[in-house]
């Protein structure tokens, strides 16, 4: 069976699409992004974790392309929380209201650190988690497989940097004692959660069905 030469990432962001683009490139792979399939229109994410919403997106994708899929989620686990926000990282502080000129990562932010102002350091550990998902079409077999990359760190009590998105921010790497929002995107590219599952998606190819 020959090896897929072509495979569509889940998403319209264009930093994604070349970020898996460029690797996959070097293997004789070609990616495609969600633009290149208009007809598929938004997809609910109901699963009640990070691999499973990351499969859901991925066979919507292979089933309407008719290709192989690839499709990632990921998101914030605090230990003081039981591992919230988790798969609602994004819409974490929906319920909470806008301040004046506020984002939506600062209003997910404010709200983090408000319900754990009274945890102690000792107490704030946390992770990046990132599932990436790769879903075979049904005439392909169907075949479906995920994979994990994680990032420990722990909770600052206040923001420190303005690099990155999301909790970058308030999330600090122990070993090279700066936030997420302090690192390069080289620095940040060789240690994250997104790089790790992307290092052993990689280290599965060529995928054959």
């Known amino acids: 069976m020959a090896k897929c030469e072509r ?16 690797p996959l490139s070097a293997l004789g792979v070609a990616v495609l ?29 292979a089933a309407h392309s008719g290709l192989v899929s690839i499709a990632d989620d990921s998101g914030l686990e605090v230990d003081a929380l039981h591992g919230a926000p988790g798969i609602h990282s994004a819409r974490y502080a929906d319920d909470w209201e806008f301040l004046a000129g506020e984002s939506r990562d600062a209003r997910n932010i404010r709200k983090l650190l408000h319900v ?28 479906e497989w995920a994979v994990r990359g994680v990032w420990e760190g722990r909770l600052l ?39 790790r599952a992307l290092k052993a998606l990689l280290a599965a190819w060529p995928l054959r069905p």
Do not use: Q
Request: net charge negative.
């Open 157 to 195: 009590a206040a923001p420190r940097g303005t690099n990155g998105f999301g909790y970058d921010p308030v999330f600090w790497d122990p070993e090279l004692e700066r936030s997420a929002a302090e690192l390069s995107r080289e620095e940040k590219m060789g240690r994250s959660h997104r790089a």
């Open 116 to 143: 754990l102002r009274d945890v102690p350091e000792a107490g704030r550990g946390c992770r990046f988690v990132c599932c990436m998902a790769v879903v075979f079409p049904p005439s392909m077999g169907g075949r």
């Open 7 to 22: 495979v569509v990432l889940a998403t319209t962001n264009a930093g994604k699409v070349r970020e898996l683009a460029e």
């Open 33 to 61: 992004g969600l633009d290149s399939f208009p007809g598929i229109g938004d997809i609910v994410e109901d699963g009640d974790s990070f691999e499973a919403n990351a499969c859901i997106k991925a066979r919507v994708v």
